[in-house]
Structure formats: C-alpha cells, structure tokens
C-alpha cells in the first residue's frame, strides 16, 4: 500500500495522528528531498516520543521521479510504502502526482492523506464568497508568460491563489498594484508558522504596506475576481435575449458570470 502523506507547512502540531501512525509502520519512505524529510521526522520523534523504523528512504522529486519509479522493483510496493513532499500536500506545485499515475497504472493500492495546504488555508482566510477559484500555483519568473498569467489574473470573475517566493514577492506585488489597484486581496507569509503575518486591503494598499518590512519567507496570495458584471449595463438575459449563435452568447456569459463557456454553452442548447 502506497500513502501519499501531507507534511506540516510550518507548524509541527498540524501532523495528523494518523498520519504519524503510517509513518511509524512505514517500510520504505519516498521524499522530496532525504535530508529535509529525516530532519522533520527527527523533530517528530521528539516531540510526539515516536521511534520510526523506516529501511529505505528514496529521494524522489521533480528531476528524477520518472526514472526512479520506471526502473524500481514492483516488490518494494509489498510492504508499506509512502510519499512526502518536503511541506504540504504532495502533487499541489510538489512533486507526487506521476507517482499516483505510476499507481494507477502498475495497479497498486494508494491512498491520499487529507493534511496541510497553503492554498485552501488562504482561500478560507480571504473571505471572498465566491464558491468557486483558480489555483495558479507558482506564476513562471519572467517573460511573456508571466504577463500573459498576469493578464489572466486580472480578467478572471473569480478568485486566483497564487504561491510566491519572498524573492519575488515584492515584485509580484508591484505588478498587482499596477494592474489592478483597487482590486481586493489577501497575502500571507509564512503560514501557520510562528511569526505568520496576514495583509487584507486593495492591491495598491498592500504594495505599500510591504515597503520595509522583512519579506523572508514563503508567501500565498488570494487575489479576489474581477467584478465586472455588477454595475454594468448588460445583464445575463440581455446577452440571452441577443440574436447570436449560441457559442458566441456563452462567451460573453462566461465573461461576466464567471461560470464557463462549455456550461452556458450547454444551458442554452437545452432552455
């Protein structure tokens, strides 16, 4: 049985029991990164008096898993086998989800742990109603596909999560600022961490308020959906009353709902 296990993302008290308890019977462990692993499973040992017998520790990530996974032997899977990534849910901008597919397709038992995510935690934290939102996951460094996810970001109706380096923080705040200034947002440094900071306030605001301070640290970003429908002129039954071909009407439904163009698409075809 393979169980693909969420790390703490910052606080040692949010291991599940369970999840200690695998870890415990756990025969083989895949990780991230070795060093990072045996460095918190020592600070697990210690602060929940647990010993861990673990035989094998494979270091598995982004670089190698494929040539790990595709020359292994299938017998290492008899046993009790797990994965960790170095903080958070494995497969969420972590390594992980080749080796469910290496699961999936060599018929192996494998169960996902529920645990730590960065992404719901800021979700939650940002209050925005919408039931609905985007995880962009780590925007590329620099170039034209960072303006186009940008761009992205700035027409979306709904939500985007973001994760950002403390690198790169203070320019993806000077972006946001200059794109869309009024528009709400939540960043969060270091969460659940001890020194946890929260900024809620337009993206203009924001841009300030990180002037001068430390920005060491991992980040995540909840920017709220452009609210374009609200206020406009044109409403859903206007567009739906329009002499257009149905896939043109479900674009600009799409546009200022933020539902998708498929589903409009499929609700006009059958009203």
């Not at 910052?10 to 200690?20: A, F, P």
Request: hydrophobic share 35%; aromatic share 10%.
């Amino acid at each position: 049985m393979i169980y693909f296990i969420p790390t703490p993302i910052g606080n040692l008290d949010d291991i599940s029991h369970r999840s200690l308890k695998l870890l415990c019977e756990c025969h083989t462990l895949f990780c991230e990164d070795t060093r990072v692993t045996k460095k918190l499973l020592s600070l697990l040992s210690k602060k929940f008096n647990l010993t861990f017998s673990i035989e094998n520790f494979i270091s598995l990530h982004s670089h190698n898993e494929k040539h790990v996974l595709d020359n292994i032997s299938i017998s290492t899977f008899d046993k009790t086998v797990a994965y960790l990534s170095d903080a958070g849910m494995p497969g969420i901008s972590d390594p992980g989800s080749y080796f469910v597919q290496f699961a999936q397709k060599n018929r192996l038992s494998y169960e996902v742990l529920p645990g730590a995510n960065a992404a719901l935690l800021a979700y939650v934290s940002s209050g925005f109603s919408n039931p609905k939102f985007t995880f962009f996951g780590f925007l590329p460094h620099k170039g034209s596909k960072r303006d186009e996810g940008l761009e992205s970001i700035r027409d979306s109706c709904i939500p985007i999560v973001l994760y950002e380096s403390p690198h790169r923080i203070e320019k993806l705040s000077n972006e946001l600022s200059s794109l869309m200034p009024n528009r709400k947002v939540i960043f969060i440094k270091e969460a659940t961490k001890k020194f946890q900071k929260q900024f809620i306030s337009t993206c203009m605001n924001i841009n300030e308020q990180l002037k001068g301070i430390n920005l060491k640290g991992e980040w995540v970003v909840v920017i709220d959906g452009k609210s374009a429908h609200k206020g406009s002129s044109i409403t859903k039954e206007d567009i739906i009353k329009l002499k257009l071909p149905p896939k043109q009407k479900a674009k600009l439904l799409a546009k200022i709902t933020g539902d998708s163009t498929k589903e409009w698409y499929s609700k006009l075809l059958y009203k």
